[in-house]
């Protein structure tokens, strides 16, 4: 087995689940990893199912590709996507800092929390793996270029398109009622004292 990692940039994809800059947790455990999954289709995962098949040819023999672990590409709800992760702080307990790029590529020194559904890249490393006596090829993450965000969001809400056209919804800080107390849409000068 080769021990050479391939590093690829995927075809543009939607962000499905990120964990940048934090561990991802699984059953309430930390997992020691932070991660990107990228959803793929059409000549994108075309593109990146041919790299990857061509790497495992490459790397094992046919013997140990029949006896493989499927993978890495994983399927849910009828979308294909594939994770990266990296560690999330090294032995020295210093945070592993996964660098995130804009559409121009340029470094972007506090990125966002990124979406699902936001449109990235993802710059990964294939290499191969083994587990139990079964090979695989791992995704190991690199960088992250984002080209389109959407705001994540911990509740797992996100704006309605046609929130506005909603009569009688609610809205945060907007006012109904008495004048007293009132922040937001009555003229007052709180939001000089809000930080963003």
Do not use: C, H, W
Request: glycine content about 10%.
């Amino acid at each position: 087995m080769a021990s050479d990692k391939l590093k690829v940039t995927t075809p543009k994809g939607l962000a499905r689940f990120i964990t940048l800059g934090r561990e991802t947790t699984f059953n309430g455990q930390g997992t020691g990893k932070q991660e990107a999954s990228i959803i793929l289709d059409g000549e994108g995962l075309t593109e990146l199912t041919k790299i990857v098949e061509d790497f495992k040819a490459e790397t094992f023999t046919p013997k140990q590709i029949k006896a493989a672990i499927n993978g890495p590409f994983k399927e849910k709800d009828g979308k294909v996507f594939i994770t990266a992760k990296a560690y999330a702080t090294r032995k020295t307990g210093e945070k592993v800092v996964i660098p995130v790029v804009d559409a121009r590529s340029n470094p972007i020194k506090n990125p966002p929390d990124i979406g699902n559904g936001s449109t990235i890249r993802l710059r990964i490393a294939l290499k191969p793996t083994e587990f139990q006596g079964k090979n695989y090829i791992g995704v190991d993450l690199i960088a992250v270029k984002l080209i389109k965000l959407v705001e994540y969001s911990s509740t797992g809400f996100t704006p309605d398109d046609d929130s506005d056209d909603e009569e009688g919804a609610y809205y945060a800080n907007e006012f109904s009622g008495s004048d007293e107390g009132a922040s937001g849409g009555s003229g007052d000068d709180l939001d000089d004292e809000v930080p963003f």
